[in-house]
């Protein structure tokens, strides 16, 4: 819900204000997007609702709402004074992006959600998605990844899981139903699994039976019992005709539906005070009784779990689960009938049905993992999805055609039937069932400017709703082939994907001559040589050459260009306009919200100081001080509930600035007083460690690479800094806790630093390294061999003497011989 005051509020917030201020209080945007105003659908769905709906624009359904939060210059309706209008898609994009901000907040690093897969009910039409995708642009939501269908999602929530731990087989696939009734609508999907890939085989639905049926059965109760009690002496009123008596008694309609749900409770009170003209009611609703009102909306259940196993020619036994989810599966009168319908052992937990998947987050948490395996942003190992139409799709074209121009119609490849225009202007191009994204054609002989339709085809083969109509702007005065493509998209929203002109034109393409004779000493013949020789020579080429002869075609696509038309369709300019709304709005808000945080900000203050300068601050001012600043506090919590209650953001941010230059120093001298020991004792440690080292450096030859300066001005450093410690702490202890401190803890932590930033580069100065010696010389190769040439030499000579240098070391005396 979105509700309009002062400021917009929106789910969770606009529930407290839901009944009081129920003519601003948008609901069921859900139910109206999409749907024309004069639609029976829409109309029906007004009749329930306590806002006044008016036809918008674009014939769809709008909100007439009073918004203060804007001024008269931003209405929708040329600036006058009044209620504006909110067109249901508009709020249904509001909510959207709400719903984005909750999911940003949850994510702790309030980063902008940047994927989007929004769930939309089965039954959803090609214009309730269009609306949709519209409203999320007005708001500015970035390009949609996926409308994906609520039981698809929630059947690759119950599927990726199992996937993942095995459970799935290709030899026998599994089959599972989905029960799911939310709070308005309730349908039955049968989808088979294997492994890594989802099909859904049939979808059916009751888009009029909800939990909110089962909540009006007790309020009509309520109405009943008490008009039966009460109806003279209010006048013979009925209370549910009051819009908001209704909206109370279906609020304890809710509860009490909550009370009788699980198995074994009986009944349940009900108890309302001041119901109508200050008469309460009080009650008490037995389960049976509650069983036997709800019994024509429990018949109503068999109809889409019938059709689902008709239209896949399956029994109940062929299903391997019946998951059940949607907050209204949970009464117990419903479980009890859905296990009745699909021979289920009722005495079992849950009647044999089974409660695997979280009933409200079910839907959601299968567009969360779609969106992830769609983003970019994520690896995700792939899972296929077989999505399936829920309506076929046929294409009409003009049916006034030429007996030339019913030739014939050409299909594509992709299984649309071949269809003859002379007795049908139109083709099933998507089948129920279906799967999409795909893109198929059709190709039609036409001349001149002509028109396609795409519409859902009904159960008796009529046209049931228009979904598009493509004028085609083809320049040709003549008989040609037009090629059109038709595409349904990622969301199954169908549209012209492109028309193309087909020509054909013909070339005449000659085989290449024969190559030309030579004689033996590869010398050319002239081919004149051969033209002489006489006329059936040249009559016989001549026929040769027409038999080689080959026809070319070359075909030649045209891009055509074509307009589009589509029921409840906004113009740009309308965009625009409703877009410049929305940010007037969200900036509206922006400032609301500041101004109330301003507010709370001062009024919190206000609060913590009125106590805490009696208590703990009482003895960091002065008796004046404290004087008046308490009956600047008493003025501003006044002021701030009479005149001051609706004052703008920048007079409640002067009000606290000039408490704070009130209270600041107050709070200044307690932060100062409670954290000046500590500091002061940390620096003193500091003064002490680096003295202890001085005096152990002087004799210790660990640091005697340290010269007497350096050690010396160490020392002295630490005698300033704790002169300049005693100094303060003597200056400080002669003041009242109530005087502006003359150190401060930031001085004293910045002393810590200086301290330290000079003694320990000194403290922790590396001994120099000693000087290398000096490498002995490498001998060069060319010293190397001159060596090795004088050894030789040398040896020679020795040799030629007789005398070797094994003979001269023998004959030299051992240490042991001398001795």
């Known amino acids: 819900m979105v509700g309009f005051q002062s400021s917009r509020f929106m789910g969770e917030a606009a529930s407290p204000f839901a009944t009081s201020n129920y003519k601003n209080t948008i609901t069921c945007m859900k139910r109206l997007v999409g749907l024309k105003y004069s639609d029976p659908r829409a109309k029906t769905e007004m009749a329930r609702l306590p806002f006044r709906c008016v036809e918008s624009k674009n014939g769809g359904v709008a909100v007439q709402v009073e918004y203060s939060g804007l001024t008269s210059s931003t209405s929708t309706d040329g600036g006058d004074d009044g209620p504006i209008d909110i067109p249901v898609e508009h709020a249904a994009g509001m909510m959207v992006q709400h719903m984005g901000s909750i999911a940003s907040k949850a994510a702790g690093d309030g980063v902008a959600v940047s994927d989007w897969v929004i769930a939309v009910p089965g039954y959803y039409t090609d214009a309730q998605k269009r609306s949709l995708l519209a409203g999320c642009e007005i708001v500015g939501i970035p390009t949609v990844l996926r409308l994906m269908h609520e039981h698809t999602a929630a059947a690759l929530a119950y599927g990726i899981f199992k996937d993942i731990r095995k459970e799935f087989s290709v030899d026998t696939p599994t089959n599972v139903m989905f029960v799911d009734m939310g709070d308005s609508s309730y349908s039955a999907t049968i989808c088979t699994f294997e492994p890594g890939k989802l099909s859904v085989r049939s979808h059916q639905y009751d888009r009029e039976l909800g939990g909110r049926d089962f909540d009006l059965i007790i309020a009509q109760w309520i109405d009943r019992e008490f008009f039966a009690k009460y109806g003279s002496k209010v006048g013979g009123v009925h209370p549910i005709s009051k819009p908001k008596t209704k909206l109370k008694m279906l609020s304890a309609a809710e509860k009490a539906k909550k009370t009788l749900s699980p198995a074994g409770v009986k009944l349940t009170r009900v108890n309302m005070e001041c119901l109508l003209d200050d008469y309460d009611f009080n009650g008490t609703l037995k389960a049976d009784e509650y069983e036997e009102m709800c019994a024509p909306l429990l018949a109503r259940l068999e109809g889409p779990i019938q059709r689902a196993l008709t239209e896949v020619k399956m029994t109940p036994a062929d299903l391997s689960s019946v998951e059940i989810v949607g907050g209204a599966t949970r009464v117990s009168c419903v479980k009890l009938r859905l296990a009745e319908i699909l021979g289920l052992n009722k005495a079992k937990t849950n009647n044999g049905l089974s409660t695997t998947m979280n009933a409200d987050e079910a839907v959601a948490r299968g567009a969360a993992l779609q969106a992830a395996i769609l983003s970019p942003r994520f690896k995700v190992k792939s899972y296929e999805i077989i999505e399936a139409h829920q309506y076929p799709i046929e294409i009409n074209w003009d049916p006034t055609m030429s007996a030339q121009q019913s030739e014939g119609v050409e299909a594509n490849k992709e299984g649309v039937p071949e269809d003859d225009a002379s007795s049908s202007n139109k083709v099933v191009m998507f089948a129920r069932n279906s799967n999409f994204p795909v893109t198929k054609r059709v190709t039609l002989k036409r001349a001149g400017e002509f028109s396609v339709s795409a519409a859902y ?55 290449p001559a024969a190559p030309m004779e030579t004689d033996n000493d590869e010398k050319k013949v002239e081919p004149s040589s051969a033209a002489t020789t006489g006329t059936s020579e040249s009559k016989e080429s001549a026929s040769n050459e027409e038999e080689v002869k080959k026809v070319k075609k070359k075909v030649i ?222 001998p060069t190769p060319e010293s190397t061999a001159n060596e090795k040439h004088t050894d030789e030499m040398e040896v020679d000579k020795e040799e030629k003497e007789g005398t070797t240098p094994s003979a001269v070391e023998q004959a030299e005396p051992t240490p042991m011989e001398t001795e």
């Open 457 to 511: 085809q009904g159960a008796d083969g009529s046209t049931a709703e228009e979904l598009a109509k493509f004028v085609v702007k083809n320049p040709s005065e003549s008989l040609v082939k037009v090629r059109v493509n038709v595409k349904t998209d990622v969301h199954g929203i169908v549209s012209l994907s492109s028309a193309q002109m087909i020509t054909e034109s013909v070339e005449e393409a000659v085989a």
């Open 557 to 778: 696509k045209t891009q055509l260009e074509y307009v589009e038309s589509r029921p409840l369709q906004w113009t740009k300019k309308e965009m625009n306009e409703m877009n410049e709304l929305e940010v007037r709005m969200a900036n509206a808000d922006r400032i609301l919200r500041e101004t109330a945080d301003m507010r709370n900000e001062l009024e919190s203050y206000i609060y913590a100081m009125r106590d805490r300068v009696i208590v703990d601050l009482a003895s960091y001012c002065t008796e004046e001080e404290k004087s008046k600043f308490s009956t600047e506090l008493e003025n501003s919590e006044n002021w701030l509930y009479e005149d001051g209650f609706d004052a703008v953001k920048s007079v409640y941010a002067e009000k606290l600035k000039a408490l704070k230059l009130m209270g600041d120093p107050m709070e200044r001298r307690c932060t100062e007083a409670a954290g000046r020991p500590a500091a002061m004792s940390t620096l003193q440690a500091t003064v002490e460690r680096y003295k202890q080292w001085v005096s152990n450096a002087i004799a210790d030859e660990k640091y005697a690479h340290i010269s007497d300066e350096e050690k010396n001005s160490c020392h002295k450093k630490c005698d300033e800094t704790s002169s300049w410690m005693y100094d303060m702490l003597d200056k400080q202890g002669s003041l009242l806790a109530s005087a502006d401190p003359v150190v401060t803890v930031g001085q004293i932590n910045f002393k810590v630093q200086e301290l330290i930033n000079f003694v320990s580069p000194i403290m922790n100065k590396p001994v120099p390294k000693p000087d290398p010696e000096p490498a002995a010389e490498k």
